[in-house]
């Protein structure tokens, strides 16, 4: 009895690596290895978010007390507060990234100069966040470089106070973190651009704006994409910026996360966190369903293809 059960265990286990090759069974172990690592860790937050501590532990009880504390001590202001600096950050950044990726990729014709740019670039992935915004306070104080140098030129009379521990403060140290997350997926994609499309369409009698429009635009859609997914998910958890710059007055989710954990309010945490990734997939949704319009996200690398 024990042999016939080997022996169709084997038979079974035959069949299916003789059904798929190695090659069809990347995608499933894939998929089977990422809902382990991603999904289920995530379900498990979620559920999380349902129990509530007493007297520093948790207690295993369903109970909604996490999630009615959270909207009655206005916390939902604060997942404004962070949706709208997401969405403004990473428009400011898309803007800035374009035409900065555009000159990178087309413009620029030295690749030493090319080299070293992409390099400055990479700087802000080998810094910690702290050591690179705390020097920003030095700056951006009352009694910083800007303030002294406009009331050195008789600009302004007594210090700036909103230069620093502001939304302003906030937004502009943002600024140089999330900008190599949106230039580089934007200047991967144009590189592939081959630059015999923009020729036939100066010689086609396009002008430099038509050929921005209707051709670099859309053949740049993969990097833009990418290059907003890129940012806007990384903003929408920050506590960095908000905690060094903000001063305590620009709280957004992020520092409401740590500060939750720090008190060892873990439902509390979890309640947040789930309030980031739904506003997170709400955003990509939005994404999607705007950039499907006009475009087939499944064909839009065969634009580039040549």
């Not at 600024?175 to 015999?196: A, H, K, N, R, S």
């Amino acid at each position: 009895m024990a042999t016939a059960s080997a022996v169709s265990g084997q038979g079974w286990g035959s069949r299916i690596f003789s059904r798929w090759s190695p090659s069809q069974l990347v995608v499933p172990t894939f998929l089977i290895a990422w809902s382990l690592l991603v999904i289920v860790p995530l379900l498990v937050i979620v559920l999380f978010s349902f129990l509530q501590v007493r007297s520093y532990r948790v207690v295993y009880e369903p109970t909604l007390a996490t999630w009615v504390s959270l909207i009655e001590s206005g916390r939902w202001i604060a997942a404004v507060r962070t949706l709208r600096i997401g969405i403004t950050m990473t428009v400011i950044e898309l803007l800035l990234a374009f035409p900065f990726a555009l000159w990178l990729a087309k413009g620029c014709k030295s690749k030493s100069a090319k080299a070293f740019i992409i390099t400055l670039l990479t700087i802000p992935f080998f810094l910690d966040a702290s050591s690179r915004i705390i020097v920003w306070r030095s700056i951006l104080g009352t009694n910083g470089i800007v303030n002294t140098v406009l009331q050195y030129l008789g600009l302004v009379d007594e210090p700036i106070s909103w230069l620093l521990y502001s939304e302003f403060a906030v937004h502009f140290g943002m600024l140089g973190t999330y900008f190599p997350t949106m230039v580089f997926p934007i200047f991967m994609i144009m590189v592939l651009i081959d630059d015999d499309y923009l020729q036939a369409s100066s010689d086609l009698g396009a002008s430099p704006a038509q050929t921005l429009l209707y051709v670099i635009l859309p053949m740049s859609l993969p990097g833009i994409v990418a290059g907003i997914v890129f940012t806007l998910v990384p903003l929408m958890a920050a506590f960095v910026e908000p905690q060094m710059l903000g001063g305590g007055f620009v709280n957004l989710l992020g520092m409401s996360v740590n500060s939750a954990l720090q008190q060892l309010k873990y439902p509390t945490a979890a309640a947040l966190s789930t309030v980031v990734v739904a506003l997170l997939g709400l955003c990509l949704a939005v994404l999607i369903l705007v950039t499907r319009k006009r475009f087939d996200m499944s064909t839009m690398f065969q634009a580039i293809h040549r």
